[in-house]
């Protein structure tokens, strides 16, 4: 079950967290990815709360979570990036004076082969059927995807969605820049590669692939051991002039 395998993540992150030079990378591979996304979502989510309450950034049990192009919805995207937009959600580095800055990378990066048949032909043909079953609200903001088209593509499919593009250089090195139209800074990336990163919807251990991994982890100074990752809220939950009886302010 989620709870069963939360449990053993937080664990694991715990244990490996006891050692200060000790670094946590999580990567899970198509229905592993949608799987790991949607375990960790309420965790992400219920960590950058707390810190809207605490005055200062939450330690994340890992310090970079890949999701390879995972097999699942673009709507579960969606609702964790609108999580983190609405409340100013932003991943930072805590140094050990406890002072904080931006830190340049994601928390979670979801990585999508351009050439991935598996989620671009038969993952949207699978959830089209499913589907017909379902009801999905109709009150999309205008010129967004609307939730049916969400609920039925995977999230590396859905251009609007994309924010980051990488590339191979002619020296071999793997490229990554943001899509001038990405306006949203939640730590959440969606980005696409080419077949000379991932030539497909298994190939996810290619060296290039590799060197995409290790440039992320880079930019979250996962080699520094000075310094932990934290959420820190931009907005802080005040409800101190809330009227329990009326719901009203």
Known sequence: SSID?????????????????SKLVLMG????????????????????????????????????????NPASSALDADRLIRFFERNQ????????????????????ASV????????????????????????????????????RRLGVRAAGFVDSMVSHDAWVRENGTVGLRPRPSAQHGAPYWIVRVPPEISSGHSDVTGPHFGQLILTLMARNR???????LGLQAGLRADFSDHDPGTGQR
Do not use: C
């Open 5 to 21: 395998l939360l449990e053993v993540l937080l664990k694991v992150s715990a244990i490996s967290h006891r050692d200060p030079e």
């Open 29 to 68: 591979h198509s229905l592993g990815g949608a799987v790991v996304e949607r375990v960790l979502a309420p965790a992400l989510v219920t960590a950058a709360l707390a810190n809207a309450s605490r005055h200062g950034a939450v330690e994340v049990p890992f310090d970079l979570v890949v999701l390879a």
């Open 89 to 108: 959600v932003r991943l930072v580095t805590v140094d050990q004076e406890q002072r904080t800055a931006p830190a340049d990378g994601p928390l979670v």
């Open 112 to 147: 999508n082969s351009e050439t991935d048949l598996v989620n671009r032909v038969s993952y949207p043909l699978g959830m089209w059927v499913n589907s017909m079953f379902l009801r999905f609200r109709k009150d999309s903001e205008p010129g967004a995807p609307s939730q």
């Open 222 to 228: 996962v080699f520094d051991y000075e310094v932990r």
